[in-house]
């Protein structure tokens, strides 16, 4: 047999390029944990002083890769041999914002910091006591938005929130918008989608997108009807129409964007368990570090991690009641490969204990890949990074499973079937009514970036946007002095969204893979039906997870998904073959109660400016023909 050709030894410059990845990868890690040091300090104590030291702490590390990227241009590393090597100069060759001019960079690191700051601290008055007006998003907006059940009382909060952060963050916005762009194009991208993209790598990536939300679309709009008539029961016809856009405000977040909140009183078979763990979780007293050991334990039955002692000392996990934070849940690497923390004003109720989760799905990603070299320690791309927690919590949130724990009764054995009709029905309150809002978020700023969404349009294009996705409308009319994105976390703090919408199909096909492996899903077994499935345990399950989560981003997506499922491709197989029971009975039910599937144009308007609004009301108020039928065009 012919000796193997042996792989040419590798070039002086190639030597010379490891080398030089070995230094920058020495000085980035000093200067990446003083920069996540100082923004955990500012995070966890929003001051000016802290946001200045942050500033100080990004630009010292913004220039030393800009100063480090003047040599790293210079080598031919397409054309190294070696993998690792070649593959790390990719990932790191367009640096992103740290190209802009150091003022520039300065400037851009100050507007995010000021729109955080002011999403984070931003306060409401209460509806019924206006003289009250220390209403923060966390916890109490959030929780009004959940239980009030008042139609007033949830449109007051929905418009004073926007009217307390978005609309005072527009300009801010704008001028970040800006910047980003400047520094996409000193990558040679024409905007900053094309940079937030690359993470993909992926040809024609927008359009598999459009492709997984058409296949799921279906589904969502079976769940959008259904939803719409259990509104309209309990808020009236004057609140919710029979064939328009659901009310924004109506559905138990602030954003519309998951629908756990109207659970209680939606679901299919109300005589029937309900699958909520919230009322056992009080009753037992649960605190927040109970919530975390009980995730932390679900991690190392698989033998994966356990969280280290730094985790246990340093992580905030209940809101502090002597200083202003970021409450907005985070996991955090501190890239020095011992020091990883959560930050999270916990409340004890279900959608908690599920955020728990999805945090500690990415500490254990970064325990997992934590000897890789830095610039590997990220997600295969960064919907993976996403999807970790949630595997868990689709096991956790299983009636068994939630049994096994103590956190739900034994339930009634002769109402099995409707008992599971009702944990379907909680999920995809929480996964399929997520599907819209987790792709329109970066739709809206896509065409923002790239100027087919002009600042003159963001508010009324982004109204269109929920329409014809989510089929929303707001409960009142809007303008353009309104921002309602701003409204949103990852609108104010440059936070890329598409990778929740490419982890809400990527978590099922790993569920799926893992629930074969760990023998709780056999697809010619009605009695081992997926949504069943508890992955609780199973080492073998967790191996095959491992397997995935060390390769962090050191070899293509398309390879660690195979690791887990056997399969290269993002499909939404998984997730349709999950609810597939659930979509049959929603199609029977709305067919029984002769819902209309979809919507009809809203009557909601938008309109440039407050004054054009009144002066429409006005002019209309006399003309009776007037309904709600004006068009929601500017
Ligand atoms: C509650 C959760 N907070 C984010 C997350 O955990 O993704 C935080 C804020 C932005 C990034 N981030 C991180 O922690 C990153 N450091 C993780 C990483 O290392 O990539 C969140 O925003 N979620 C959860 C589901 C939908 C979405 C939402 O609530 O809209
Ligand atoms: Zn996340």
Same mark, same amino acid.
């Given at each position: 047999t012919p000796a193997p050709t042996p792989t040419p030894a590798p070039s002086a410059e190639e030597m010379a390029g490891k080398q030089f990845l070995e230094d920058f990868t020495r000085g980035m890690a000093t200067l990446l944990n003083r920069y996540k040091l100082a923004s955990w300090a500012y995070a966890s104590n929003l001051t000016d002083h802290n946001m200045q030291l942050q500033l100080q702490a990004a630009v010292e590390m913004a220039t030393y890769q800009k100063q480090q990227w003047q040599q790293l241009v210079q080598f031919p590393w397409r054309s190294f041999q070696n993998r690792d090597t070649r593959r790390q100069f990719e990932v790191i060759a367009d640096l992103?914002?740290?190209?802009?001019?150091?003022?520039?960079?300065?400037?851009?690191?100050?507007? &995010?910091?000021?729109?955080? !700051?002011?999403?984070?601290?931003?306060? @409401?008055?209460?509806?019924?006591? $206006?003289?009250?007006? +220390?209403?923060?998003?966390?916890?109490?907006?959030?929780?009004?938005?959940?239980?009030?059940?008042?139609?007033?009382?949830?449109?007051?909060?929905?418009?004073?929130?926007?009217?307390?952060?978005?609309?005072?963050?527009? !300009?801010?916005?704008?001028?970040?918008?800006? &910047?980003?762009?400047?520094?996409?194009?000193?990558?040679?991208?024409?905007d900053l989608s094309g940079l937030w993209l690359k993470a993909y790598e992926t040809p024609n990536f927008r359009e598999e997108l459009q492709r997984l939300w058409e296949q799921m679309q279906p589904l969502y709009q079976q769940l959008h009807a259904y939803v719409r008539r259990h509104l309209r029961m309990r808020y009236g016809d004057a609140e919710v129409t029979q064939q328009g856009p659901i009310p924004a405000h109506l559905l138990g977040n602030m954003w519309s964007q998951t629908w756990e909140g109207i659970y209680q009183f939606s679901k299919p078979f109300p005589n029937a368990?309900?699958?909520?763990?919230?009322? =056992?979780?009080?009753?037992?007293?649960?605190?927040?570090?109970?919530?975390?050991?009980?995730?932390?334990?679900?991690?190392?039955?698989?033998?994966?991690?356990?969280?280290?002692?730094?985790?246990?000392?340093?992580?905030? &996990?209940? =809101?502090?009641?002597? $200083?202003?934070?970021?409450?907005?849940?985070?996991?955090w690497d501190f890239g020095d490969g011992q020091d990883f923390r959560i930050k999270q004003?916990?409340?004890?109720?279900?959608?908690?204990?599920?955020?728990?989760?999805?945090?500690?799905?990415? @500490?254990?990603?970064?325990?997992?890949?934590?000897?890789?070299?830095? &610039?590997?320690?990220?997600?295969?791309?960064?919907?993976?990074?996403e999807a970790v927690g949630d595997v868990m919590a689709l096991s956790v949130s299983t009636p068994k499973h939630l049994r096994k724990v103590g956190l739900l009764g034994a339930g009634d054995a002769s109402q099995s079937s409707?008992?599971?009709?009702?944990?379907?029905?909680?999920?995809?309150?929480? =996964?399929?009514?997520?599907?819209?809002? !987790?792709?329109?978020?970066?739709?809206?700023?896509?065409d923002v970036f790239s100027g087919r969404i002009a600042p003159s349009e963001y508010n009324c294009r982004w109204w269109r946007l929920r329409e014809e996705y989510q089929g929303l409308e707001p409960p009142v009319d809007r303008t353009e002095e309104d921002f309602d994105p701003g409204a949103k976390y990852h609108i104010i703090s440059s936070v890329p969204y598409i990778r929740y919408f490419v982890s809400s199909v990527l978590q099922f096909q790993i569920h799926r893979a893992l629930c074969l492996e760990a023998g709780e899903f056999d697809p010619n077994d009605a009695n081992k039906p997926l949504h069943n499935c508890d992955i609780h345990g199973s080492v073998a399950a967790g191996? =095959?997870?491992?397997?995935?989560?060390?390769?962090? +981003?050191?070899?293509?997506?398309?390879e660690a998904l195979e690791a887990v499922t056997g399969s290269r491709h993002m499909d939404a197989s998984g997730?349709?073959?999950?609810?597939?029971?659930?979509?049959?009975?929603?199609?029977?039910?709305?067919?029984?109660?002769?819902? +209309?599937?979809?919507?009809?144009?809203?009557?909601?308007?938008?309109?440039?400016? $407050?004054?054009?609004?009144?002066?429409?009301?006005? $002019? +209309?108020?006399?003309?009776?023909?007037?309904?709600?039928?004006?068009?929601?065009?500017?």
């Open positions: 992103g914002m740290a190209t802009l001019p150091p003022e520039r960079f300065q400037q851009l690191g100050r507007l &995010i910091g000021q729109m955080q !700051g002011t999403y984070s601290t931003a306060k @409401v008055c209460d509806y019924h006591n $206006r003289t009250k007006c +220390n209403l923060s998003l966390e916890p109490e907006l959030v929780q009004l938005l959940a239980h009030s059940g008042d139609a007033d009382e949830l449109r007051h909060a929905w418009v004073e929130w926007r009217r307390a952060s978005g609309e005072k963050v527009r !300009g801010l916005f704008e001028q970040y918008v800006a &910047i980003s762009n400047e520094a996409a194009a000193l990558n040679n991208y024409t368990q309900a699958t909520d763990a919230t009322p =056992k979780m009080q009753e037992q007293n649960y605190t927040p570090l109970r919530m975390f050991r009980l995730a932390e334990e679900f991690f190392t039955s698989l033998n994966l991690s356990a969280m280290p002692r730094v985790f246990w000392e340093r992580s905030i &996990i209940e =809101k502090p009641a002597d $200083r202003e934070i970021v409450c907005h849940a985070s996991a004003c916990t409340r004890v109720d279900m959608k908690d204990l599920y955020v728990v989760h999805h945090e500690m799905g990415h @500490v254990q990603y970064f325990l997992q890949y934590k000897d890789q070299p830095l &610039i590997f320690r990220r997600g295969a791309n960064p919907g993976f990074h409707q008992t599971a009709l009702n944990h379907l029905y909680h999920t995809a309150l929480q =996964k399929v009514a997520f599907l819209p809002f !987790g792709y329109l978020m970066d739709l809206w700023r896509w191996e =095959k997870l491992k397997a995935m989560l060390r390769l962090g +981003n050191s070899r293509p997506w398309p997730l349709l073959d999950y609810f597939r029971p659930l979509k049959q009975w929603l199609e029977e039910e709305n067919q029984r109660n002769g819902e +209309n599937v979809g919507w009809v144009p809203s009557t909601r308007v938008c309109v440039a400016t $407050r004054e054009e609004l009144a002066i429409l009301r006005s $002019r +209309n108020s006399t003309d009776s023909a007037f309904t709600r039928t004006a068009s929601t065009e500017p």
